[in-house]
């Protein structure tokens, strides 16, 4: 595939589809669900089916990652989730920045089923949460930090966690950890772009050069003194395609094969991995207007 072409992706494999039919038999356990959103695409990481699955069922926010994303981006978003009367915070589950106000945020959200289980007698119940999200979205982190040492697989690369399990995350909590789901059909070519920059999908599911050609474009529009500065272009880029850029990027890393020609494969895992670890800069690829 040429460098400057777009591509369409799509990943759904069949655990997935065993995954979803998990949450929906787990839901009566769980008291109320904990959403795991990158704080970088908080509508490309949100499911559209969970509406779906969860119905009415207590719903918590988390924007994860907020250390990878524009911070006053990140509270304009909390707010407009919070408007929608579910909690939301945002955290960074990897260090563990942020994620101790899940348990306020839960026994808020349930205060008065608590308080029917005291009146029933039911003490020392556990409150049970489970934890939902795309792949490679920081859950298996989350309960990790939580629980105070390794107890879910952890890796950074999406299809990681299989099984459903619940552990323990502090006095009176349980949470469950359930795998990635994305959905059969990705809403757009936008939104799997999305997901393919901040890799939540499987690199075998796309071409390496397309992508970051069009994350270049990308970024060219919503932050480019973040991208002149990184790769310090002093070139009118205005009219320049992403394959030019992503050329022009190369040569100015020495990223060169034989006789000169730039290596735009090595370039474009680069510049994948350089946005990913936010080297180019806390970036939200999904803005919304103050």
Known sequence: MNGSEKQTIQWFPGHMVKTEKQIQK??????AVVEILDARIPLSSHNPQLGRLIGSKPRIILMNKEDLADSKQTALWLNCFQKRGWGAFSADCKSGKGIGSLLSQSERLLSAKMESWKEKGMTGKRIRLMAVGIPNVGKSSLINRLAHGSRAAVENRPGVTRTSQWFQIGKGFEMMDTPGVLWPKISS???GEHLAFTGAVKESTYDVEPIACQLLETLRQIAPD???????????IDEMDGFGMLKLIGRKRGMLSVGGVVNTERA??????????????????EPLKP
């Not at 973040?226 to 009118?236: F, G, P, T, V």
């Open 268 to 285: 474009a895992h680069m510049l994948l991995d350089e946005f990913r670890s936010a080297k180019i800069g806390r970036i939200t690829l």
């Open 189 to 191: 070519r936008k939104a």
């Open 26 to 31: 787990n839901l009566k356990l769980a008291d």
């Open 226 to 236: 973040n991208l002149k500065k990184r790769y310090r272009i002093d070139e009118d």
